[in-house]
């Protein structure tokens, strides 16, 4: 009777996973009996799932939960949540200890250490709609999702890392445009500095913080640069590489120019943003709407996207997405069955929408990877508020995502703090980048034998 | 030291209590025998189980565990194998290893002298009347008191860069014309980080000083008085002495707390900048949930452990003898 | 008292002053900032007082009510975490851990350390070195196997495991103190009873946890206020916020996007005023009871 009340996917079918193991059937035919009255992206699956995220507005993601509850009376779901500094070791312990959890966020920098240790597995094992959303999700978004040629989940946002300035302090200063290249912020900044501007550049930066490396990757890919080649082997020891190139302009904004606010959160650098203090940031896309909020920002209205600077204003683009853990395998069809019906209506089309990514794009200013909201109206209303929607199309389709390896989250964390102490002015930029290198090639030995 | 010297120690009349409190430090705390011959009881062993035993339960094989793994590659990823000291060799020998350890020694140097210091000007100055005293006593519970996170974030908002309450205020009121770069400058950083901690720990300190010198007894500074010390005569003869046994074990613990402080660094610097903040206890944070090397953490863990063991070893043996045990009520 | 120059008065009173200032501003200016609006705030240059001061975020975390600079929706919604919400919870489950935890520290810590101070069986001096020697292990070290133990026995997201792991952490503590206390009761007192042929046990009862109950209290308020203060264990052990101590929320508070300082400094008002309830307490059993035997000099 399960398979009864799942005609949309014909997902029984697909599941390349043998069905011999019915565990909990009896209870869900009883749960499952109005499966009649669900709308037909309603699974048939009883079980109780355990989600966690990221507590990022986790008011509106239980609220979203809720609603897929009540669109599925046989499942439950259960939300953990968890900070994001803390957010990739409460994983790795809830996987080694085997603490049940079904489905959760991941992103491209985790998803192939998570992938290579057996904890998370491809949505296109088991559910045979994966791969047709190939067609549906922007390509950064879908490469970013993409382990060893599978995909491993559907975005919950994809977002661009982007250049932002207050354009308002520019005018005021007599600078008629922002900067294009890395050489014209240089400048820009002495300029305001010259007006009175102690740190024109907010720059985010935690040795603790995921983003960095992240953020880096936007600034060389501004130069038309990448920081790994085909073979894994790192770009930037050469020192007219562009990563080379931004690595030292960042340590020389520092520590020579001292244009640089070294600001740990992107919290912290919107309200710094607010203040006045600072003109120019790379962030996170979806942080100009919290600057451009009237409700909490003092200078609401006075931000504004440009493109990533450098020579071909290309800029890193992710995903990050609901992802099938292992352990809902292992727990059984019904668990997956349960994974499936929540990952389609979280992340797939519902009745020619997307209604929770949609919802995250309009009251949050979330950037999305499926590619039809693009055109939705209330997106581009509500983004309006908040952008130049020309502007920032522009910049998505020179947003390109990261060659990923298994040992990226593992090496960033040598990175972070090597980054750190060059713009502390502990080794200079030259010196950085050869350890960083250094540790990239070990790491690289050891997973490749 | 028997019963018969303790009864005669117990001259003044003033208490009934004895003194002598911990044990001979070369002992390690471990139990004196008061009772001299006194017959063995089992009933002692079932009371002292319940404790032992959950104690036990979460240290053996914790412990156990992590030595195993420290002798190991141990993670998800690479494949495991035995790598004997490899792990050791790796951490000693690794990029940020020298400098954390340098950094967490001076640490440690700094914050605890200063700590007894102004723990002993506490003590002296809570141990006097004055109005408002009950209050500091009281209230000076809560910066210990406080999860070390969350203190840590009480004075992220104070030293904050761009809009901290310390720069707004210093502008305020004319001191500063420009904001100062408190948390990412290195020095002024490192100074935070030790502002936070002697905040949180100088509350224990004092009050353990405080107790101490509660119990010594007046009769002593009349005495002192009437031979005409003045207030660092007093010190030096009745004061210090009467502490000093209170003195070692604050030290000690103290040094232990430096030795360990992970959690104020982690919500105020996060090591930062650069490197100015980073203590080799957070590298086992790093190394075994961040970068997955659950070996090469615990060959971590394991070093801080013989450290911190080391150290406490090596300042028992260089009190003096006696001053842990007082031959003073 | 002691005649007191005008010197020695003026020395009292400024590092009073200085001190009082040094331990109590951060909370002063905790309190201020969660009655201020945050763009106030933020202000540069500073204008804290542009408008006047409100208690709506204290308003929201008790009763959901949303303060007005929040209101808006749409897109230029300002951001509102509900988490804040969970901070009551939070102090109440810390509440019921820290509870048990002292609760065990004084019947399981009194009944060791009693047996240290004063029977000698097999093992003794051992088992006690041992206790006190396992606080030296960095609690990092030995959070993953905490973990595994925990998850053997099912108590993942369960108030008893924390209270097993609290106390394992803080008995050494309590172990100690109370052996020293005991320790310097009259022996008279136990060899009298003895000879009138009570057992360890009645002595126990009878006449020594009588004769310590301010210093046992004391060691279990201390105990307490340990528990109620851990991050490390609680962040991994508790999975859901209906489960979570005060130390865990607030630090994911501070990490959250959505939670404005003025929101948080209120957060941290609201979870310190059990400390401040106990302060009391914890003075007069726990420095008293220091003060009045166990750590004399």
């Not at chain 1, 029984?12 to 059937?25: I, K, M, T, Y």
């Not at chain 1, 979203?64 to 968890?82: A, H, K, W, Y």
């Not at chain 2, 141990?127 to 999860?147: D, I, K, T, Y």
């Not at chain 2, 006696?322 to 031959?327: D, F, T």
Request: net charge negative; charged share 15%.
């Amino acid at each position: 009777m399960e398979r009864s009340a799942t005609p949309q996917h014909g997902r029984a079918a697909a599941r390349r996973l043998n069905r011999r193991r019915f565990v909990g059937a009896a209870a869900g035919a009883a749960i499952a009996a109005p499966a009649l009255l669900r709308a037909p992206w309603s699974a048939g699956a009883a079980a109780e799932l355990n989600f966690t995220v990221w507590n990022y507005a986790v008011d509106i993601v239980q609220d979203n939960v809720n609603r897929f509850q009540e669109l599925n009376p046989g499942i439950t779901v259960q939300v953990s949540d968890f900070g994001w500094p803390v957010f990739h070791e409460t994983m790795v312990n809830r996987f080694i200890s085997k603490t049940p959890t079904d489905v959760s966020y991941n992103g491209g920098n985790w998803l192939n250490e998570f992938a290579a240790a057996g904890w998370v597995v491809p949505l296109e094992d088991h559910f045979d709609w994966a791969a047709g959303y190939q067609e549906k999700v922007l390509p950064f978004a879908w490469q970013d999702m993409t382990f060893n040629g599978k995909v491993y989940g559907l975005p919950y946002y994809a977002d661009t890392i982007t250049f932002m300035y207050n354009a308002k302090v520019l005018e005021d200063a007599g600078i008629s445009a922002p900067p294009t290249t890395w050489e014209e912020v240089t400048e820009q900044s002495l300029q305001l500095k010259e007006g009175g501007m102690e740190h024109p550049f907010a720059y985010e930066f935690a040795n603790t913080l995921p983003n960095v490396s992240e953020a880096f990757a936007s600034m060389v890919f501004g130069r038309g640069g990448e920081l790994i080649d085909e073979e894994n082997s790192p770009l930037w020891t050469d020192p007219e590489s562009p990563a080379a190139q931004q690595l030292t302009w960042l340590v020389d904004a520092k520590n020579e120019h001292d244009i640089l606010a070294i600001l740990d959160h992107e919290t912290t650098i919107t309200k710094a943003m607010g203040t006045g203090q600072h003109a120019f940031t790379v962030m996170y896309n979806y942080n100009l709407a919290a600057l451009n909020n009237a409700a909490t920002s003092p200078r609401a209205g006075e931000f504004a996207l440009a493109l990533m600077p450098g020579e071909t204003h290309e800029c890193y683009g992710f995903a990050k997405f609901y992802n099938m853990t292992q352990m809902a395998v292992e727990r059984g069809p019904e668990v997956i069955d349960a994974v499936g019906s929540f990952i389609e209506y979280f992340a797939g089309e519902v009745d020619g929408t997307y209604p929770v990514a949609k919802r995250w794009a309009v009251e949050q200013g979330l950037g999305f990877g499926q590619t039809a909201l693009l055109d939705d109206p209330e997106v581009i209303e509500a983004y309006s508020a908040w952008v130049d929607i020309d502007l920032w199309r522009e910049q998505l389709e020179l947003a390109r995502a990261r060659r990923q390896t298994i040992w990226y989250g593992i090496w960033s964390e040598t990175f972070h703090p090597l980054l750190g102490q060059a713009l502390a002015g502990e080794i200079d930029a030259a010196a950085c980048l050869q350890l960083a290198a250094d540790s990239w090639n070990e790491l690289k030995a050891s997973v490749e034998g | 030291m028997g019963r018969d010297g303790k009864t005669a120690r117990r001259r003044d009349g003033k208490t009934s209590r004895e003194s002598e409190v911990v044990g001979r430090a070369s002992s390690s705390l471990s139990p004196h025998h008061p009772m001299t011959p006194s017959p063995l009881r089992l009933e002692g062993a079932l009371m002292a189980a319940p404790v032992l035993l959950l104690v036990a339960i979460f240290t053996i094989y914790p412990v156990g565990r992590a030595i195993y793994q420290s002798l190991r590659i141990e993670s998800p990823i690479f494949p495991a194998r035995f790598v004997g000291l490899k792990n050791y060799q790796d951490v000693i020998g690794g990029l940020f290893f020298k400098e954390a350890a340098i950094t967490t020694l001076w640490f440690a140097a700094i914050t605890v002298p200063i700590l007894v210091v102004i723990g002993v000007l506490t003590a002296l100055l809570l141990n006097e009347s004055f109005v408002g005293n009950a209050l500091l006593r009281v209230g000076m519970l809560l910066p210990w008191a406080l999860p070390a996170t969350v203190a840590a974030l009480i004075w992220k908002w104070i030293f904050l860069d761009s809009w901290g309450a310390l720069n707004a205020g210093l502008y305020a009121t004319g001191l500063i014309d420009n904001y100062i770069p408190w948390l990412t400058t290195p020095s002024l950083a490192r100074m935070a980080v030790i502002v936070v901690f002697i905040w949180t720990q100088l509350p224990l300190v004092a009050i353990f000083l405080l107790a101490a010198l509660q119990a010594i007894p007046n009769e002593l500074y009349d005495a002192a008085a009437i031979d005409g010390a003045g207030v660092a005569g007093r010190f030096w003869n009745v004061t210090f002495p009467g502490i000093r046994p209170m003195l070692v074990i604050v030290t000690l613990y103290e040094t232990l707390m430096a030795f360990t402080n992970f959690d104020i660094v982690y919500a105020l610097t996060q090591g930062g900048p650069g490197t100015a903040t980073t203590m080799v206890t957070y590298f086992t944070w790093v190394e075994s949930f961040k970068k997955l090397d659950f070996g090469k953490g615990s060959a971590l863990a394991v070093l801080i452990a013989i450290a911190s063991l080391a150290l406490i070893l090596v300042l028992v043996r260089a009190i003096p003898k006696g001053a842990l045990v007082e031959e003073r009520t | 008292m002691r005649k007191r120059s005008p010197l020695r008065r003026a020395v009292i009173y400024g590092g009073a002053i200085l001190l009082a200032l040094f331990w109590f501003a951060p909370f002063v200016l905790v309190v201020v900032g969660s009655v201020l609006p945050e763009v106030n705030l933020l202000s540069y240059p500073p204008t804290w007082f542009a408008d006047p001061p409100n208690l709506q975020t204290y308003q929201y975390i008790f009763t959901g009510k949303i303060p007005e600079s929040f209101e808006q929706r749409g897109a230029l919604r300002s951001m509102i975490s509900n988490e804040v919400r969970d901070v009551p919870r939070a102090i109440f489950n810390s509440i019921v851990v820290a509870t048990a935890v002292m609760l065990i520290n004084v019947l399981l810590g009194s009944l060791a350390a009693y047996a240290y101070a004063r029977i000698r069986f097999p093992g003794r001096a051992a088992s006690f070195n041992f206790v006190l020697m396992s606080r030296l292990i960095p609690t990092v070290a030995i959070a993953v196997p905490y973990y595994l133990i925990v998850q053997r026995f099912g108590g993942i997201n369960s108030y008893w495991a924390l209270i097993a792991i609290y106390s394992v952490l803080t008995l050494p503590f309590t172990t100690l103190v109370l052996t020293l206390y005991f320790r310097g009761l009259p022996v008279e007192i136990d060899e009298a009873a003895r000879v009138e042929g009570a057992s360890s046990w009645r002595i126990l009862r009878d006449i020594a946890i009588p004769l310590a109950l301010p210093s046992i209290i004391g060691a279990g308020l201390f105990a307490f206020m340990l528990a109620y203060s851990e991050f490390l264990f609680a962040l991994f052990i508790t999975t859901t916020s209906d489960r979570r101590t005060l130390p865990v929320i607030l630090g994911a508070l501070s990490a959250n996007t959505d939670v404005t300082w003025n929101m948080l400094m209120a957060s941290i008002t609201v979870g310190t005023i059990p400390t401040l309830i106990l302060a009391i307490p914890v003075w007069r059993f726990m420095v008293r009871g220091l003060t009045s035997g166990a750590v004399r000099g």
